[in-house]
Each structure stands twice: as structure tokens, then as C-alpha cells.
């Protein structure tokens, strides 16, 4: 199950009245949240609106799964992709282990890190999964061209077999490229965005490889589905899209995500790109300026309540924490007596699972009690089914926030121009007059 308590959301309150504004706002705002559910629902037949992630749970894993049983010769995978081609798969990775390949993601261009990765791997028993839906991405195209480059070297035309590519089924430059060399590919559906395709081959290939249970994520990401179909008293990620979005309104501009968990210490870089690209934006739909959106902050318990929650209780009243805890460990340590450290009584015999789950609640409470909004999404465990259900749920929650912001959340054109200068920059055709500006304003690489 997953589940998620408000009982801290009002920032007004303690005690047992907490959570009444929070009931009453709640049904102030359902008459908005059902259109937004119905405007979402409208749009899903068309392949503009992007709105493909929606229908991911649903595909059949097995062609991932077939390529993954093949391709078990293969100790190390190369993951070569950047922001939403590879946040999701590396916090679902990191959080779920598996018993396959070890993923490397190589997700920026610092020469220092990719030669050393390089350096350490035997290319015969290294796969190259190169994602890029175009195939234009500057990042993820220069570290292929120097993996191509390092298998041929090593490997002859034997090369062929390792590398598997993730692209657009029709168009793009690595599509073409695939074909001619006769690759293994797998597609990025058109009406899919890089933050929202976790669930497609991008994420869904790399964790098959990895050992992961792909299959459960995808159950666990239907029961997401099924809860933002129903109506708003039983609809979680129109819930959680409320609270962020009237915490924004009374100037809670900043959303903290905050799992209790080492192993979820990746999900919150995933999650700022989701909610950094989806809703910052200058436009609403109407075409009217308004430069809006939560400024996304990650954190992990309980090694962050010794360094940002004296922030989060103390400091300006601009932050909304959200909280992710599960219920049970898949493992714990009792914490044994030891004689001579009696002051350290009250841990004897208690569990770390405990201790753990002790420090999330005292955390939550005492920035309630300091009048600072929180609420908790309470995973059963943390395993592939809730991991995915989490993951989709938050998905949901986005695209809820861009029908209560009036904004389109699954475009990102403040990213755009940043890569044409970086084009301009390098010389590439077609960016001449770019090149030109750049060069006028003394910029240089």
C-alpha cells in the first residue's frame, strides 16, 4: 500500500483539531481537481499532449526481459543518457539492487570520471546502452562517439553485440544508425518526455539488465494509475498536488523531498528534474507571463536532520516537506547492552528499523510544532511494486500541479536555448547567427 498522511499539512494547527483547514480545503477544491482529472483524461488521445507515460504500466515487459536474458554475458552496463534518461533508472537502481549487471551511468562530460570508468572495465564483458530520443544530445552522443570508439578498438567487429540503443522508433540520427549496423534497439514512445519515460524502455531496459524486478515496478505503477482515476476523496496524487499547490499559495515556495532511507537517496535528484522542468515556467497556457513553479529541494533522513532541518524549522517560512518513510525493513539490527555505556539504556534492545522510524515521526512533529507544513507517504516496504506505484504517484502529482498552475507541464523550452548556444559554441551548422551572438558577448567554451 501506499499511503500518505496529512495530519501535519496545516501549519495552523496542533494538537487533535490538526487536519480539519486541511478537510475543509480539501473539499473547497474537489470541484477544481475533478476538471483537472477530466482535462487530463480529454487529452490523452492526443499524441501532442504528451501524455504517453500514463499507459507505460501497462506494455508487456517481456521483449526487455528476452534482451536481458541474452545479454547475461554482460557484467557492466554502460548507461549513456542524461537528466531524464537516467535519473529515474539510477535512484531505482541504487534503491533496489538486483542480482544482473552492474550499471555505470555516465551522465555528464567531466573527462576525468569517464576515462577512469573506461580505464576500469573490460570491454568484453561490457554492454553500451546509448538513450537519446533525437540522438542530438551533446552529452550523451560525445561519451557513445568515445564508447565506440573504445570497443572497436578492443573488440573488432565484434563491437556490434555490445551496444544496445534506446532511441525514437522513426526519427532521429541513432535510429538510421541502428538499422545500418544492424543494433539492438529499443523505442522511446514520441508522445513520452525524458522526465516522465521511467517506465518505458529508457529506465525499464537498464533495470531488466540490472537484475531488477521489472514487472513489479510496472504493477506497483498501475495501482498508481488506478488511484488518480478515482474521485478525489480516494485520489492520492490529486491530494498530494492540493498540498503543494496551496502551500505555494501561502508562500511555501520551496517542496523538500525527504525519504527516511539511504537506499531512496537518489529519488530526490529524479524528483527535482521532475518538478524543476515540469512547472517552472514563465507562461501559463493562455500565453500570459506569470513565472511560476516550486523550487524542488532534496534531503535524506536521517542524515539531513543534522545539517538542512535546522533550516526547515528555524529558518524562513518557505519550505514544504514531504516525507517518505516505509512501514517495514527487509532486514534489521537489535542494538545490543554493553556494559560500561548504560546512559545508552534506552537504545538497548530497540532495533535500528526502530530508531530509524523514531527519528522520521520526532522530525515531522517537531516541525509541525514549529508551525512548518509537512506530510508523509507511507510506502509498506520499499520494494520494486511500492517503488513503482511511488514513482508513478508523484508523475501523477505533476501533471496535477500543471492543471492547478495552468501551466503546460511537459514541455521545458527554458532548456532549449541553452543547448543552441552550446551547439553555436561548438560550431555546429545551422547555428551561425547564434555563433555570432556568442561571439559579440566574448563568450568562449
Known amino acids: 500500500m501506499l499511503q500518505v498522511d496529512f495530519a501535519n499539512i496545516d501549519s495552523s494547527r496542533v494538537g487533535p483539531d490538526r487536519g480539519v483547514e486541511w478537510e475543509r480545503e480539501l473539499a473547497a477544491a474537489t470541484p477544481r481537481l475533478r476538471e ?89 564483458t561490457t554492454l553500451v546502452n546509448v538513450i537519446s530520443k533525437s540522438g542530438t544530445t551533446a552529452e550523451t552522443m560525445a561519451a557513445f562517439l568515445l564508447a565506440l570508439d573504445w570497443l572497436r578498438r578492443a573488440l573488432g567487429d565484434d563491437w556490434k553485440r555490445h551496444v544496445v540503443v534506446t532511441t525514437d522508433p522513426e526519427k532521429g540520427i541513432l535510429r538510421p544508425f541502428a538499422a545500418r549496423h544492424d543494433l539492438a534497439s529499443f523505442a522511446v514512445p514520441p508522445d513520452v518526455g525524458g522526465r516522465f519515460s521511467v517506465f518505458s524502455p529508457v529506465g525499464l531496459l ?112 518557505d519550505k514544504l516537506v514531504v516525507f517518505v518513510r516505509h512501514r517495514q525493513a527487509d532486514r534489521d539490527l537489535e542494538l545490543p547492552a554493553e556494559e560500561g555505556l548504560e546512559e545508552l539504556a534506552y537504545l538497548f534492545g530497540k532495533s535500528l528499523f526502530t530508531l530509524l522510524s523514531a527519528e522520521a515521526a520526532a522530525t515531522a512533529h517537531a516541525l509541525a510544532a514549529a508551525r512548518r507544513p509537512n506530510y508523509t507517504i507511507f510506502l509498506d516496504r520499499a520494494d520494486a511494486f511500492h517503488l513503482g506505484w511511488l514513482l508513478q504517484h508523484l508523475m501523477w502529482q505533476t501533471a496535477y500541479l500543471g492543471e492547478l498552475f495552468d501551466v503546460n507541464a511537459f514541455d521545458q523550452p527554458g532548456v532549449e536555448l541553452g543547448k543552441q548556444y552550446t551547439y553555436a559554441l561548438l560550431g555546429r551548422p545551422g547555428y551561425e547567427e547564434l555563433a555570432a551572438e556568442l561571439k559579440r558577448a566574448g563568450v568562449k567554451p
Do not use: C
Request: aromatic share 6%; proline share 7%; glycine share 10%.
Open 36 to 124: 483537472a482529472r477530466e482535462a487530463l483524461e480529454a487529452r490523452r488521445g492526443d499524441p501532442e499532449a504528451m501524455l504517453g507515460w500514463i499507459r507505460l504500466p501497462e506494455a508487456d515487459p517481456a521483449p526487455l526481459l528476452d534482451y536481458a536474458a541474452a545479454a547475461s554475458w554482460a557484467r557492466d552496463v554502460l548507461v549513456l543518457g542524461i537528466g531524464g534518461s537516467a535519473l529515474g533508472a539510477r535512484a531505482l537502481a541504487a534503491a533496489l539492487g538486483g542480482a544482473g549487471a552492474r550499471l555505470h551511468f555516465v551522465d555528464n562530460v567531466e573527462p576525468e570520471p569517464v576515462a577512469a570508468l573506461f580505464d576500469g572495465l573490460d570491454p568484453r
Open 206 to 317: 537498464p533495470l531488466a539488465l540490472a537484475g531488477v524486478d521489472v514487472a513489479a515496478l510496472l504493477r506497483g505503477a498501475r495501482q498508481a494509475n488506478a488511484s488518480a482515476a478515482r474521485e478525489v476523496a480516494e485520489n492520492l496524487p490529486a491530494q498530494t498536488a492540493l498540498a503543494q499547490y496551496l502551500a505555494w499559495r501561502k508562500g511555501q515556495r520551496i517542496s523538500v523531498l525527504m525519504p527516511y532511507s539511504s537506499r531512496l537517496a537518489l529519488l530526490p535528484a529524479w524528483f527535482v528534474q521532475l518538478h524543476a522542468e515540469s512547472l517552472g515556467k514563465a507562461y501559463d497556457r493562455s500565453g500570459s507571463r506569470v513565472h511560476l513553479g516550486p523550487t524542488p529541494l532534496g534531503a535524506v533522513g536521517a542524515t539531513d536532520q543534522h545539517s538542512q532541518v535546522q533550516l526547515f524549522r528555524e529558518g524562513p517560512f
